[in-house]
């Protein structure tokens, strides 16, 4: 059996010894060097080229090298194969980290002192006294980010495509649920999985309906923004500022106006990212559950597509 590793933009000699050790029954092969498509069960791949799927004629398992699984083409899949992603207590607290520390840092005006010291502008002001955050997603990372958030003194509320409740986070689901959320929230993180029904999601719409003083913090997809809608709404006022760690195009295009905004704070996709010691570990359990016939871990749902 091939465990073939499908993982491009990223040198991947270190994750295949990683791999292989762990793994000694199974032939471990990077995409670009396969000797025979033909006995690859078992895919980690992080946009794999296109054309690589329909020569795995004897496909079983396929897993995401992330949390997300939107860099996979679930469509050239077969419907029967099983598609895994990475679910890691450290990369939620990663998330988790991230999101308070971006709150925190609107919060206390961190961005505007940045840009007064260039200017060797001296003017103290009060930190804002916003306590409420809105997640757009309540998964592993959404749940994740609200607990740090609750602990740290903020109102937290969710929304997901489900109906939830917590003792905690006051929870939304549906439309409706989604526009009586957001006109209350002071700062709105987008934790969602990319899907056909959450992509734009962050448009002109939903941008009107939160208050003035209000900050979005996309750490899901950079297609979850429309950018030129983002743009217009923080030169007009209706939102105060914005963290964004993702981006239609990444790396993001030195062109492009997010990063001389003076109302965004940028991140190079690093709010959480995946450890290899993580990946190996659950890539091989799985490997192992596929080749003894039980039921992989941290499955998606195939038809959510998350
Ligand atoms: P999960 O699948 O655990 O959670 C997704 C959440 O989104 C669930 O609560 C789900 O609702 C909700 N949701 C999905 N679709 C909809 C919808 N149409 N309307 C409303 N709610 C919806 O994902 P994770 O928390 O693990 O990860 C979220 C995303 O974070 C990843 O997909 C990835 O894109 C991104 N990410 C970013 C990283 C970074 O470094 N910037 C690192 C890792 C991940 P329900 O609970 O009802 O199913
Ligand atoms: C992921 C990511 O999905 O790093 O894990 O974005």
Redesign the pocket.
């Known amino acids: 059996m091939i465990l073939l590793v499908a993982v491009t933009g990223r040198d991947c000699s270190q994750l295949i010894a990683r791999l292989q050790a762990l793994l000694p029954e199974v032939d471990v092969q990077l995409w670009s060097e396969c000797s025979n498509y033909e006995a690859v069960e078992f895919v980690l791949a992080w946009n794999a080229p296109a054309d690589l799927w329909p020569k795995l004629v004897n496909l079983k398992a396929v897993s995401s090298f992330?949390?997300?699984v939107?860099s996979i083409d679930l469509s050239a899949i077969a419907a029967h194969v099983p598609v895994v992603r990475i679910?890691d207590d450290n990369?939620a607290n990663d998330?988790a980290e991230y999101v308070l520390t971006h709150v925190l840092a609107h919060k206390l005006r961190l961005k505007e002192y940045y840009l007064k010291q260039s200017a060797c502008t001296w003017k103290p002001k009060r930190a804002y006294a916003h306590q409420h955050v809105g997640i757009l997603?309540?998964?592993?990372?959404?749940k994740a980010a609200a607990m740090k958030l609750v602990a740290n003194g903020f109102k937290v509320s969710a929304?997901?495509?489900?109906e939830?409740q917590h003792p905690e986070v006051s929870c939304y689901?549906t439309q409706q649920g989604l526009n009586e959320m957001l006109p209350l929230v002071d700062y709105l993180v987008c934790?969602?999985?990319?899907?056909q029904?959450?992509a734009g999601i962050i448009n002109e719409a939903l941008l009107t309906m939160l208050p003035p003083h209000a900050v979005v913090i996309n750490?899901?997809?950079g297609k979850h923004v429309i950018d030129t809608d983002l743009i217009s709404a923080l030169d007009s006022n209706k939102i105060r500022a914005a963290t964004l760690?993702?981006f239609t195009e990444e790396p993001l295009d030195k062109d492009h106006p997010y990063w001389s905004h003076d109302k965004i704070t940028l991140t190079p996709?690093?709010?959480?990212?995946s450890d290899i010691n993580s990946v190996v570990e659950q890539i091989s359990a799985n490997v192992k559950r596929l080749v003894y016939g039980e039921e992989l871990i941290n499955k998606v749902d195939r038809t959510k597509g998350?």
């Open positions: 992330g949390a997300g939107d679910v990369l998330m997603g309540f998964g592993e990372l959404g929304w997901s495509n489900s939830k689901h934790l969602l999985p990319l899907s029904h959450t750490v899901a997809r760690d993702v996709h690093c709010a959480a990212l998350y």
